[in-house]
Every structure is written in structure tokens, then in C-alpha cells.
């Protein structure tokens, strides 16, 4: 039913208990600067969504999406759509009573088996708020299960993410360290010098935020020599074709699930994974879903762990994250469950093939250079003599949504666009842009 709001009798009532005369008394305690907030006057129901339609007109949703970044344009199978709308699944919240939420506690244990097979690790939990907080998690995490408390940060990740995971330790006893790139990759031999016993985990996304894969044996192996812990945060797509974390000796996985059957909703919301060595369970933050048996022997799905501190003691608690990405993680189990293992594999690869020819065809643009030119999934840097903001603008007049102007994100970075392929660009929209870049430089 429609909202219903009190009645000026009403409000006055409740005042006069708390000794107030008016409504705008109740946020008295807060400092002006903050409080400074002009409202327009309330409107009725049909103003108010009329309103709201005139606002959403403006959105552009009508250009060609090269950008990426961490929020990808994939194709999102329609079945996701007509499954998650059904409101069994939609209105579901926390399963805090096994025996009414049954269907709700077996997706998401399917969610995490899912997990468990894209990373290759033993356990997942019930998701996360995005992939940032993952990382941070993760970061803590490794703090707990080592009892170090340095950490290494790998430049190659994602801005956004680290400084989130930067506010999360900085209110800790926690020392970290961002290790600068070399030519937009990993810097190996820097990394396996600030590698000692005092580390307890190093930080490292693959592919990075500029595209470019890594090999990371070697680092992991000497991490694992000084009861370090190597931490992957990964593009779940890009595991289709590439190593998942655990062959490659990872101890802790995160990612952001967007990219899995979910839209890009202009910047949200999205969900967060991580997933682990069976040894590290009970410090994984969140949920864990299982599967025993009731006592007639009939199957049944239970919150097994929920190490939070809504349900422990405070100080033991694993995470101050108190709910999960519920109704986000379902559609990513509905997604991974349609594609199959060979259909993520032809979307990966399709990705990286498309990436790849985008590369081709741009090099042959004079004035234009590929920053990192080998060894990337589907994202790459093109650095231009134009300014990244008005050579971004150009591309919008020319109906393109061209990339990241990393001008934005890094200092001495002025020219430089992150361009993203996914496998909804066509050849004519690539070579559109080709053309459209050809006669802007």
C-alpha cells in the first residue's frame, strides 16, 4: 500500500514526549555544514514519479560501450531476468530460519559449490558487498590466519579497490605497502625483495586494472617460503581460458561478481566473492552454507558458520559485514548454471579474441601507441597527444563510450585511456571506432 504518512497531530505528540517543538529540532546535534540540506516541498504520488522519469530521460543509455574497469557490458541470458523476477527469490532475506528458507539456503550453497569450481578452492561463503570489500576482507583475513601484520599491495590493482582496502587497515595495527608497476606490469624482482618473515600476505590482481596477465609462480612460491599468503583478486570471466587461483598456489580468491549475469546499473549495485583453502575457513567473514542430513535422514541446507558479530561475541567475530549480496549472488548462480563450463569458456575466449583485434587494428593508427601491447585479457591502454578528457569527448559526439580516462585515476597519466572488448562488441563496432579514433589524432 501506498505510504502513509503521520498526521500533524500525531507529529506533535511525539514531539511534546521528547520536549521538542518542531520536526528540524531532531537534528539539532548536527554540525551545520552537514545539515544544510534544502528540500523541496514533499510531492504526491504521481508528481513524485513523474519526477523520477524526467531525471532517468537524461541518462544516455543509446552509445557504444568500450569502457571496463571493473564493470563489464556482457551479455546477461534472458532467463536470468524471468528467474530472478520471481518474487520467491526477490523478497527472500537472511535465512535465519533454516526450516522456513530452505530454497534460499540451497541457492546459495549451489552459489558457492559454483565458486568453489570457478576459483578451484576448497570454500566459499555466501558472498560479499563487492569486489573492494572482498579485498579488504581478504587483507584481514590474512592478518588473522598468520598473526603478521605487514601487507603488501601490488600497484596493478585496481585504484578503487586499494584505497578501500587502505581505510579498512588503517583504523588496524596494520603496516602495508603499495609496490609500484614496471611498464603497467607486476615488478617481480621489487616484489620478491619486500618479501620477508614480517609479511603476511601480498596483494595481487590478475589480469591487473590495465589488462595485463601475469605469472605469478615464482612470487607465490617464495611468499609460501616466508608463511606468507598470496591473495588473487581475478576477473571471474577471465577465468574461462586463464589458470584459476588455486593452480596457481593462491591461498585466498575475490573478485567482484557483476560481470555474471548481472547489469552494469550505472556503477552498482553489484556483489563481492571470496573463497579459500578448506585449513582458513573459520576466519572466512560472512556466511557459510551446508549440506547434512535432519533426523529422519531427509536432506537438508543449515547456516553451518556464521562467524559474525550478531551471533558471537563481538571481539571474536571474523567481520563487521553483516548481511550479503543475496538476490546479485543468485543471479551469478543462474548465470554460471545456463553458460555451463563450455559456454564460460567461449565468452572468455571470445573476449580476449575481439581484445586482441581491437589491439591490431589501432596500432596501425599513426599518432597512436598501445601501452601494453602483449599479454592482456581484454583490456589495454592506448595513450594518444590529446588531452584523455577531450579525446574522450570527441569519441562520445561520435556515439562512443571509449574508455577510462586514467588521467582521472593516476597522476602523469594525461592521454592515457584503459579501452575494455566484451563479447557484445561486434567487428563493425570495432572498427567503427578504429575509424571514428583515426580521424580524431
Do not use: W
Request: charged residues 25%; aromatic residues 10%; glycine residues 8%.
Amino acid at each position: 500500500m501506498p505510504y502513509t504518512p503521520h498526521t500533524k497531530t500525531e507529529i506533535k505528540e511525539m514531539l511534546d514526549v521528547i520536549g521538542l517543538e518542531k520536526e528540524s529540532d531532531l537534528f539539532g546535534g548536527i554540525n551545520s555544514k552537514v545539515n544544510g540540506i534544502n528540500l523541496p516541498e514533499g510531492l504526491d504520488e504521481f508528481s513524485t514519479f513523474e519526477k523520477f522519469k524526467n531525471i532517468a530521460s537524461k541518462n544516455v543509455t543509446d552509445k557504444i560501450i568500450f569502457m571496463g574497469g571493473g564493470y563489464y557490458d556482457h551479455i546477461v541470458p534472458s532467463a536470468v531476468d524471468a528467474l530472478a523476477g520471481r518474487s520467491e527469490f526477490y523478497t527472500s532475506y537472511t535465512p535465519y530460519q533454516a526450516e522456513a528458507s530452505q530454497g534460499t539456503l540451497q541457492a546459495l550453497y549451489e552459489y558457492q559449490s559454483l565458486i568453489c569450481k570457478l576459483s578451484g578452492m576448497d570454500v566459499s561463503n555466501a558472498s560479499m558487498y563487492d569486489g573492494a570489500s572482498a579485498l579488504a576482507e581478504s587483507a584481514l583475513m590474512a592478518v588473522r590466519i598468520t598473526r603478521k601484520n605487514k601487507i603488501l599491495i601490488d600497484a596493478g590493482i585496481n585504484p578503487t579497490y586499494i584505497k578501500v582496502v587502505q581505510t579498512y587497515l588503517s583504523f588496524r595495527d596494520i603496516e602495508f605497502e603499495v609496490i609500484d608497476l614496471k611498464d603497467y606490469e607486476s615488478d617481480m624482482d621489487a616484489v620478491k625483495e619486500k618479501i620477508d618473515s614480517t609479511v603476511a600476505a601480498y596483494l595481487f590482481q590478475n589480469p591487473n586494472f590495465f589488462g595485463t596477465i601475469g605469472d605469478f609462480n615464482e612470487i607465490i612460491e617464495t611468499l609460501h617460503e616466508n608463511k606468507a599468503l598470496a591473495v588473487i583478486s581475478a576477473y571471474p570471466i577471465s577465468l574461462g581460458i586463464l589458470n584459476d587461483p588455486a593452480s596457481m598456489g593462491a591461498d585466498i580468491f575475490c573478485a567482484d561478481g557483476q560481470c555474471l549475469g548481472n547489469y552494469m546499473n550505472f556503477g552498482g549495485p553489484s556483489f563481492g566473492m571470496i573463497a579459500t583453502k578448506e585449513q582458513y575457513i573459520r576466519n572466512l567473514p560472512g556466511r557459510i552454507i551446508g549440506r547434512t542430513l535432519d533426523k529422519d535422514g531427509k536432506e537438508l541446507f543449515v547456516l553451518t558458520m556464521q562467524a559474525r558479530e550478531q551471533h558471537i561475541r563481538r571481539q571474536r567475530a571474523t567481520s563487521n559485514i553483516c548481511s550479503n549480496q543475496n538476490l546479485l549472488a543468485l543471479r551469478s548462480t543462474m548465470f554460471l548454471s545456463l553458460i555451463g563450463q563450455e559456454g564460460l569458456y567461449e565468452m572468455s575466449n571470445t573476449c580476449f579474441t575481439k581484445s586482441e583485434y581491437l589491439k591490431e587494428q589501432l596500432n596501425t593508427i599513426d599518432g597512436l601507441e598501445i601501452c601494453n601491447a602483449k599479454n592482456t585479457f581484454n583490456e589495454f591502454v592506448i595513450k594518444t597527444k590529446l588531452s584523455s578528457a577531450d579525446f574522450l569527448e570527441k569519441l562520445s559526439e561520435k556515439g562512443f563510450y571509449a574508455g577510462i580516462n586514467l588521467s582521472n585515476l593516476y597522476e602523469n597519466k594525461d592521454g592515457q585511456i584503459l579501452i575494455s572488448v566484451s563479447e557484445k562488441r561486434t567487428k563493425e563496432q570495432m572498427d567503427n571506432l578504429v575509424k571514428a579514433i583515426g580521424e580524431i589524432v
